[in-house]
């Protein structure tokens, strides 16, 4: 390996030159290229005081580089092992043209394993290797092409999310935090967050970026400061450990990060720090926005709870500059990243798509064949808004009272449900809540987001006992009055319907009659839950509707529409026996 001193351009050094004779120089904003046969870096454990290129021309070198943080940054790291491929698959050939197919594999699966947690290793490594049977040249152009892609792609994300925290914060210049660096020397250019804070500076919409300094190796305060001092935009540095009070004083009116890897459901890894910057943002209602390449995606892993996340040396924390700053034999806990939960995470930016993880659960959309259950929750949770807001219009969910709730399909038992303690003439889609459609708890709440009420116990009641796949419970006056009036403290009641032709609308086996169970209004609401599992339980073809004495009434069905119908019909017969002056003393509940 050599090194090579410089002022700021990324040029200098030998002729820069392909294995077809083209010339690959970077441009004066890039990081890394491939020059004269070695994969050339910047070294970026020397920044910013010292502007050093590293020479690599073997593969343990560039292993070295990754491992030491010499080169960082997830796209980076995936591009620089992609030419490590090519260094490996250039000594593995010999004059004759005959590659050691075995040996260039054996040293891409090392490059891969260099660092397990930015999953774009993997995927650039796994990408140039399909081009090895073609020979060398062949894996350094998709080397070098997956630079360019990479150049393309961060201008566009960095773009798509400028324009998305435009449309979330339209009216003021910004100050945005960030955190970690993810500029031009995480990628091969532009960068993500970075770049879509320089982006945002380009449009006249930043007026102060503060950067954390990012401990234990300060990448904050060495290279995105520097970046942006390089960029004449105006920012502060901020210890990690302020950034919360920053938020609380009214400092920050944006979060962007960056990403090391993405789990399909949105849960994101990234420097550690940034899950407590999440939490932060949602306590104080800040937009906390992730920019990323489809590359950090990993649509083999379904949540963050399997990503691996890499643990680094004690010396990182126990030492600063070199000089020792804890005691001898201090014990260390060094994760270099975090999982962020995806309900904390106000979008997902890559260069294809804005993703907006539901505030209760599953992103709005995801890779690896998720986008049409993503859309099924954006649409469920649209629908539950929609009918709360036009039974609020109707005084039968009055002030925050009753809630509605639908099965959601696939994999495990989920359903998504209005949340708490909310005004239903104001719902909208981002006020329902995932949860378990068996027990009524919460699938994962976020620091500030809505959470669920009691009453969804008497939802999975009936979910758990029934095939409902809707339950709707509101405070609709005739049912609410009866149910008041036929109720009892202590013991279950029932009220009886005979002959009514509304009947046919509850799906009855038998539609000229049935009973509707009438529950005491227990304090404790999940008692009410146990006593509504257990009627269904006994009965074997229950009508599906029931009332709460003082509490309203429940009523459920094969879908929302149908849930929404039978509660018509229950409504109309409990008006029309308060007209008729009660139910009939001489018909007995059945």
């Known amino acids: 390996m050599t090194t090579r001193s410089a002022p700021t351009d990324p040029g200098v050094g030998p002729e820069a030159s392909t294995a077809t004779g083209t010339e690959h120089r970077p441009g004066a904003a890039a990081s890394l290229a491939w020059v004269d046969g070695a994969v050339v870096v910047i070294d970026q454990r020397a920044l910013p005081h010292e502007i050093r290129w590293l020479h690599l021309r073997t593969v343990d070198e560039l292993i070295d580089a990754i491992r030491s943080l010499a080169v960082r940054g997830a796209p980076a790291i995936g591009l620089a092992g992609a030419l490590g491929v090519a260094l490996s698959a250039r000594r593995h050939?010999?004059?004759?043209?005959?590659?050691?197919?075995?040996?260039?594999?054996?040293d891409a699966e090392r490059i891969a394993a260099a660092?397990?947690?930015?999953?774009?290793?993997?995927?650039?490594?796994?990408?140039?290797?399909?081009?090895?049977?073609?020979?060398?040249?062949?894996?350094?152009?998709?080397?070098?092409?997956?630079?360019?892609?990479?150049?393309?792609?961060?201008?566009?994300?960095?773009?798509?999310?400028?324009?998305?925290?435009?449309?979330?914060?339209?009216?003021?210049?910004?100050?945005?935090?960030?955190?970690?660096?993810?500029?031009?020397?995480?990628?091969?250019?532009?960068?993500?967050?970075?770049?879509?804070?320089?982006?945002?500076?380009?449009?006249?919409?930043?007026?102060?970026?503060?950067?954390?300094?990012?401990?234990?190796?300060?990448?904050?305060?060495?290279?995105?400061?520097w970046e942006l001092q390089e960029a004449g935009v105006a920012y502060r540095l901020c210890p990690d450990s302020a950034a919360a009070a920053a938020m609380s004083r009214g400092m920050v009116d944006c979060v962007l990060v960056g990403a090391d890897r993405i789990a399909v459901n949105g849960d994101t890894a990234n420097k550690i720090g940034t899950y407590a910057l999440a939490v932060a943002a949602a306590r104080h209602g800040i937009p906390f926005v992730v920019v990323a390449p489809e590359s950090s995606w990993d649509p083999e892993l379904p949540d963050g709870s399997g990503i691996v996340v890499e643990e680094r040396g004690a010396e990182e924390v126990t030492t600063l500059a070199g000089v020792k700053v804890a005691p001898a034999g201090a014990r260390v806990f060094n994760p270099a990243f975090d999982i962020t939960p995806h309900e904390l995470i106000t979008a997902l930016v890559t260069e294809e798509r804005v993703v907006r993880p539901a505030r209760g659960g599953a992103a709005a959309e995801a890779p690896g064949g998720s986008d049409a259950a993503a859309e099924h929750v954006t649409r469920a949770a649209e629908a539950l808004a929609d009918h709360c807001r036009v039974l609020y219009r109707r005084g039968w969910m009055p002030g925050t009272s009753g809630n509605l709730s639908v099965r959601l399909p696939g994999p495990g038992s989920r359903a998504l449900i209005t949340g708490s303690g909310l005004g239903k003439g104001a719902l909208g889609p981002s006020d329902t809540v995932l949860v378990d459609a068996d027990t009524g708890r919460a699938v994962r709440t976020a620091g500030g987001g809505p959470r669920p009420s009691a009453e969804t116990s008497i939802h999975a009641a009936v979910y758990r006992c029934s095939d409902a796949q809707a339950v709707v419970h509101v405070h609709s006056p005739y049912a609410t009055a009866l149910a008041r009036r036929v109720g009892a403290r202590d013991r279950l009641t029932r009220l009886p319907l005979w002959d009514f032709e509304l009947l046919k609308?509850?799906?009855?086996?038998?539609?000229?009659?049935?009973?509707?169970?009438?529950?005491?209004?227990?304090?404790?609401?999940?008692?009410?839950?146990?006593?509504?599992?257990?009627?269904?339980?006994?009965?074997?073809?229950?009508?599906?509707?029931?009332?709460?004495?003082?509490?309203?009434?429940?009523?459920?069905?094969?879908?929302?529409?149908?849930?929404?119908?039978?509660?018509?019909?229950?409504?109309?017969m409990c008006h029309l026996l308060l007209l008729d002056g009660g139910p009939d003393p001489a018909r007995p509940a059945v």
Not at 156 to 185: E, K, M, Q, Y
Not at 534 to 548: N, S, T
Request: aromatic residues 2%; contains cysteine; glycine residues 6%.
């Open 505 to 572: 609308g509850l799906g009855l086996a038998d539609a000229t009659h049935t009973s509707l169970p009438v529950f005491p209004n227990w304090p404790d609401v999940p008692r009410i839950a146990d006593d509504v599992a257990a009627h269904l339980a006994d009965c074997p073809e229950p009508p599906p509707a029931l009332l709460i004495a003082d509490h309203g009434v429940t009523v459920w069905g094969r879908d929302l529409e149908q849930a929404l119908n039978r509660l018509e019909c229950v409504e109309a």
């Open 115 to 225: 660092r397990p947690t930015a999953v774009n290793l993997a995927w650039a490594v796994s990408r140039v290797v399909e081009r090895l049977p073609n020979g060398p040249d062949a894996v350094l152009h998709a080397a070098l092409e997956a630079i360019g892609d990479d150049i393309a792609t961060n201008r566009t994300a960095a773009v798509s999310a400028a324009d998305l925290v435009t449309s979330l914060l339209p009216d003021r210049p910004l100050r945005v935090l960030t955190h970690c660096n993810t500029g031009r020397l995480a990628t091969a250019a532009v960068g993500t967050a970075l770049g879509t804070i320089l982006e945002l500076a380009d449009r006249g919409r930043i007026a102060e970026v503060l950067v954390d300094e990012t401990r234990p190796l300060l990448q904050g305060a060495r290279l995105t400061a």
């Open 93 to 106: 050939t010999t004059d004759e043209g005959t590659t050691d197919l075995a040996a260039v594999r054996a």
